[in-house]
T-cell receptor, first 114, second 118 residues
C-alpha cells in the first residue's frame, strides 16, 4: 500500500541547532515529493518539491531536502533553525503520472526554544 | 482510523453538472477547515478557508460563486463546484486542525476527491 512515514512526531530544538526531519515513502513508480509547513492557525504552505533532476532540492526559508531513490527517502534539512520555524511539517508524495492522489505523512511538530 | 472523512473519493460527470464534496471531522469539532486543489504535477493550492457559522475566506483568483463552501456545523464542511467544466477537473482535498489559541491541534487530511469533468 502507498504510504508516507515521518519518523519523528515531535521534535524540540534550540535556536541555531541543525535540523533533519525524516520522511520515507512506499509508492510504486515514479514519484513527486513535497514538504509542506503549517504555522499555528494557518494553512499549508509549500516549502519545496522534487519532480525530477537534481535530487538535492532547495526551498524557501533556508530549507533543503534530498531525494535518495534507493532509500525511498526525502529528508528535510536546515543547518540552523530559528524560533520562527516552530510549526508542523508534512511530507507528501504523488505519482508523477496517472492518479495524482496525494498522500501525506502524519506530520512532525517542530518546537524551537528561544 | 480516519479522523477526517471526505466523500466522494471520485466523481466523473458531464460538463455543466454541479458536484458537492463533503468533509467531515469524525472525532473532534473543527471551527476551521481548509480546501485545497491540486493539478497534475503541481503542489497543493489553497482555495479557501471554511469557517463554521460564517462566510468562507477565498484565496485570490478563486471564484466564490463557482466554488460554494458551506460550513454549517462543527463537523461538516462542503464544497460545491457549480456548473463544472473540464478545466475544473482536479484533485480536491480538505483538511482540519492547526486551530486553537496556540494552533496546537493536530492537522488531519481527508483522502481527497478526484473530480473528472467530461
Amino acid at each position: 500500500a502507498q504510504s508516507v512515514s515521518q519518523h519523528n512526531h515531535h521534535v524540540i530544538l534550540s535556536e541555531a541547532a541543525s535540523l533533519e526531519l525524516g520522511c520515507n515513502y512506499s509508492y510504486g513508480g515514479t514519484v513527486n515529493l513535497f514538504w509542506y509547513v503549517q504555522y499555528p492557525g494557518q494553512h499549508l504552505q509549500l516549502l519545496l518539491k522534487y519532480f525530477s533532476g537534481d535530487p538535492l532540492v532547495k526551498g524557501i526559508k533556508g530549507f533543503e531536502a534530498e531525494f535518495i531513490k534507493s532509500k525511498f527517502s526525502f529528508n528535510l534539512r536546515k543547518p540552523s533553525v530559528q524560533w520562527s520555524d516552530t510549526a508542523e511539517y508534512f511530507c507528501a508524495v504523488t505519482s508523477s503520472g496517472g492518479d495524482d492522489k496525494i498522500i501525506f505523512g502524519k506530520g512532525t511538530r517542530l518546537h524551537i526554544l528561544p | 482510523g480516519a479522523v477526517v472523512s471526505q466523500h466522494p473519493s471520485r466523481v466523473i460527470c458531464k460538463s455543466g453538472t454541479s458536484v458537492k464534496i463533503e468533509c467531515r471531522s469524525l472525532d473532534f469539532q473543527a471551527t476551521t477547515m481548509f480546501w485545497y486543489r491540486q493539478f497534475p504535477k503541481q503542489s497543493l493550492m489553497l482555495m479557501a478557508t471554511s469557517n463554521e457559522g460564517s462566510k468562507a475566506t477565498y484565496e485570490q483568483g478563486v471564484e466564490k460563486d463557482k466554488f460554494l463552501i458551506n460550513h454549517a456545523s462543527l463537523t461538516l464542511s462542503t464544497l460545491t463546484v457549480t456548473s463544472a467544466h473540464p478545466e475544473d477537473s482536479s484533485f480536491y482535498i480538505c483538511s482540519t486542525g492547526g486551530q486553537g489559541s496556540l494552533g496546537n491541534q493536530p492537522q488531519h487530511f481527508g483522502d481527497g476527491t478526484r473530480l473528472s469533468i467530461l
